[in-house]
C-alpha cells in the first residue's frame, strides 16, 4: 500500500537560509477596480444562500449549489447566521440530486467546488463541511450511480466554532491528483495544509503555519491567488501572512513547501488578489481594508 508522509515546514521567516524575493508593491487607482477587486458573475442559487451562487464545470456534474438556508449553527464566521443543510447537483443526464446533513452539521460555505481531482474523468464537488460540536472539514462528494454521496473527508478541526477556508485547487506539485489547499483556523494561526484525494481519501500531503485567507465576520473567501510565479510550468500559491500585512508566493516541489517571494504591504488584505501574467511578468493585485489597491510585482 502506497504510503505517503506530511512534510510539516514552519516557515521561519526571520532565518536567513530560508530568505524569499522581496516584491515591489506600486501603489494603483483604485477606481479601476470594483471595491471587491472581483467581483462574482456567476448565477444565483435559487432558494439557496442569500448570496450562494451555481458552481459550474464539464462532465458528468455539470451544476453544484448549497440550498435549504438554517441558521442552527450561529457560528457567523461568514458575516451571517445563515448557512446551508443541502448540497444540490445537476447531473449531465439531468438529474437534480440533493444530499442533506443531519441536524448537527451544515456546509459553512458559500458556493462548492466542481473539478475532478484525481484525473479519473469524473467530477468532485468540494465543500465546507462544519459540525456544530468539532468544528469543519472538507468534504468530497461525488455520483455513485445516480445518487450523490460523501467520497472522502478530512478529520473535523477538533472544536466547535473553529472553521477552514479553501485556498485553491490545481496541480501544485506536478502529481498525477490535484491538491486541495487550505488554511485551518486562517483567524488563529492559520495552518496551510495541502491535500491529495488519493484512493478514495483526502491525505495531507504538505503543511505549514502562519498565513490567513479570511477576514473574520466577511463574505469574501478569495483572499488567495494562483499563477506560475516562477515560470516552471507549475501553479504557485499566493495567499496572505497571518496577520494579512504580507503577501506569501508559495511553491510546492515534491511534498516540501517553499517560501518564493513576498510582498509587504502599509495596511491589511481584506479582499479577492487577482494574478496575472506568469514567471517574471507575473503580478498581484491587492485591495486593503484602507481603500487602497496595490500591484505586487518583481
Do not use: C
Request: glycine share 8%.
Amino acid at each position: 500500500m502506497r504510503r505517503i508522509f506530511a512534510t510539516l515546514l514552519f516557515l521561519m521567516l526571520a532565518n536567513p537560509a530560508l530568505a524569499a524575493e522581496t516584491l515591489v508593491i506600486q501603489k494603483l487607482n483604485p477606481a479601476k477596480y470594483p471595491k471587491e477587486i472581483i467581483v462574482d458573475q456567476r448565477k444565483p442559487a435559487i432558494k439557496g444562500l442569500p448570496d450562494g451562487k451555481i458552481a459550474t464545470a464539464r462532465g458528468n456534474i455539470v451544476a453544484a449549489w448549497y440550498s435549504e438556508p438554517t441558521q442552527r449553527y450561529r457560528h457567523g464566521v461568514l458575516g451571517d447566521t445563515i448557512e446551508a443543510g443541502s448540497l444540490k447537483v445537476l447531473t449531465k443526464l439531468g438529474h437534480t440530486l440533493t444530499y442533506r446533513l443531519p441536524s448537527t452539521e451544515v456546509f459553512e460555505d458559500i458556493t462548492p467546488r466542481l473539478i475532478d481531482l484525481d484525473r479519473n474523468g469524473s467530477v468532485e464537488v468540494i465543500t465546507i463541511r462544519s459540525s456544530l460540536r468539532k468544528g469543519a472539514a472538507i468534504t468530497i462528494y461525488g455520483l455513485n450511480g445516480n445518487t450523490l454521496v460523501p467520497k472522502a473527508t478530512t478529520p473535523y478541526i477538533g472544536l466547535k466554532h473553529r472553521w477552514l477556508n479553501i485556498a485553491g485547487i490545481s496541480n501544485f506539485s506536478r502529481s498525477k491528483n490535484l491538491e486541495i489547499a487550505a488554511v485551518i483556523t486562517p483567524h488563529i494561526g492559520g495552518k496551510l495544509r495541502f491535500y491529495q484525494y488519493i484512493s478514495g481519501k483526502l491525505v495531507k500531503t504538505a503543511a505549514a503555519s502562519g498565513f490567513s485567507n479570511h477576514v473574520i465576520g466577511s463574505r469574501e473567501q478569495n483572499l488567495s491567488a494562483i499563477a506560475d510565479f516562477d515560470g516552471n510550468g507549475t501553479p504557485d500559491l499566493a495567499l496572505p501572512s497571518a496577520n494579512r500585512r504580507s503577501l506569501y508566493i508559495i511553491s510546492m516541489s515534491g511534498l516540501k513547501m517553499r517560501l518564493l517571494a513576498q510582498a509587504d504591504f502599509p495596511a491589511k488584505i481584506d479582499k479577492a488578489i487577482i494574478a496575472e501574467g506568469k514567471g517574471k511578468k507575473t503580478r498581484f493585485i491587492v485591495g486593503l481594508e484602507d481603500g487602497s489597491v496595490y500591484s505586487a510585482h518583481r
